[in-house]
């Protein structure tokens, strides 16, 4: 027993003594040092904010803290004075002591975003299949009465907005005005589904949107098969349109590439923005930050924020 | 007589049917733990196998490696087994005295009354919601911790460090060691003591000598239990750990990362591989209980011998 406790001491003290070599080694560098902050591999945000700041796959220090969420990012940022991370535009800054940080002098707002000078941000896409290639004519009506839902109806748009997107409400009319147009609404629709593909990042929005739709639709179906921006274009219009895997409408977490042709679908173009930005805490008095530097940072090159300057 | 033997045949048929009942949900209960164990194995095992979906998984890199980056396709989790023992050992080695010292007290020394109180105070720690005391260490030990770091000239990542991960395991655990060595303790028999008492030794000298060592196998199941906890421990863990994605960490002020916190982090949206290595992960931390349970057990036998 006497033994054992000696031991045991032995390893606390062993431990200690290399907690302590390793306290001392930290104290040397100064204060300004940058704790870099990242969300975890499958996030939307950390994909768009890393494509944003040009920051390739892999290329990230492996000097960072990874949190899980969108709020526990606002949290850490707001409590550590040299912390810098990125989250949601929609995210409450001043209740998380956070400041968000202007983008090539840019300050982040819905407005910067919507006409286009916030650089930070990627558009959300949809395409459909072609006119006329539905299973069925009700189908091809439920299909474009959605694609209304979330382009031009106040109510979609709430929706999208509530689930993170941000959208233009300028051209927007209440439902009702534009249910009319749509007969087959009225109808039974539990029969149908509308099967959705493509960009995993939309899955929020466009689940939030599918819910709130389904009640005003006759209780039409649908099923969410997101993979990936690439297959939005392919699933409704290219290759694999009449594959299993096949969809009505497709999405894309930014614009169509040229390969992709749009040109063929009923409806196409964009439903609202996703805009990330780059946080620092509320004490930091670094106000506007670059891609390159944003870069730098999260590549690891950069690791005092006195170097920025 | 003639109706009473029915009514005896009738009780015994229900009686057998009640046997036979009570015997499938105990089977059923049973069967839940092979159906859990055999999934996450099949899961667990399946990126090390030739021609897994994903790419196969080096199984040996996998153990010993000391990065982990999903970005990047590379999973080692040798540095977070290492993480994971030195924070709930040293979580362990904290509240281990704390615990007995407060059990001897709640058992042997505090008026009855007092012990009455304190027990239930112990037991109500115990009930505490793990997420709760994740939201204590985020806002309180992290925020403390940030402060003697800074005092101290370092700086951290918001307090979010693995002295924090350990602080918050100590206390966590502190309450299933309290009452499994309160239990213990007064399972003690009464004439060890008063024998001790009647030798001419003085209350702490029996406490100390006699009575904490009658009840050592107990306190030593406790610890085992603790730790069993501690090891297991994930939202309140990812709390604070702050995730690093190298090590193994040994710097108190440095961020941290457990086999827990690592299966946890992005788990809702991720898929493939990154899915899958999770149920590894968790096969590795059962193997990781079962082998500290087994060398626990051994040092308590051996413990109880002398």
Redesign the interface.
Known sequence: ?KK?LSL?VIA?MA?AM??CS??S???E?K?A?I?V?T??????TREAFEGAIGLE??E?T???????SNG?MA???G??E??IGYVSLTTNFEANNIKPLSFEGVAPSNETVLDGTYKMQRPFMYVTRASGDYASEDLEQLTAAFVAYITESEEGLSVIESAGGIVDYTNAKPWAEIAVSYPVLNQDNSALTIRTCGS?SVEKCISAALEAFQPLAGNVNYAMNQTGSSDGQARVLGDEKDGANAAEIGFASRAFKEEEDVSGAMASGEFCKDAVVAVVNANNALENITASQLHDIYAGSVTDFGDLK | MLVNKKRVKRNKSLDKFFHGFFMAMALLSASFIVIIVLFVFAKGISPFLPGYEYGQVNIISFLTGS?Y????GIYGIGFIVINTL?CSF?AL?LSFPISVLTALFIAKIAPKKLGAIMQSVVELLASVPSVVYGVFA?GVI??LI?DLA?S?????????SMLAVIILLAIMIFPTLTSMATTAIKAVDKDLEQASLALGATRTQTNFKIVLAAA?SGIFAGAILGLGRAFGEATAV??VA?????GPT??????TRTLTSTM???LK???GL?YDIRFSVGLVLIAVIFVSNWVLNY?KK??GN?
Request: hydrophobic share 40%.
């Open positions: 027993m054992l045991l606390v431990l290399v907690g390793g306290n080694a930290g104290g560098t204060t040092v704790n902050y969300r975890d591999a499958s996030s939307g796959e892999g990230l492996s000097n960072v803290s990874e949190v899980s526990d949290t850490k940022v409590a550590d040299n912390g995993t | 990065l980056r999903q970005d990047q030195v040293l080695l985020a992290a925020a940030k800074s101290l000239g370092i700086t951290t990542f918001g307090g979010s050592k990812a709390m702050g995730n690093k994605l190298f040994f710097d108190l002020f440095d961020i946890l982090a992005g949206e991720t898929s990154d040092v051996k413990v002398n």
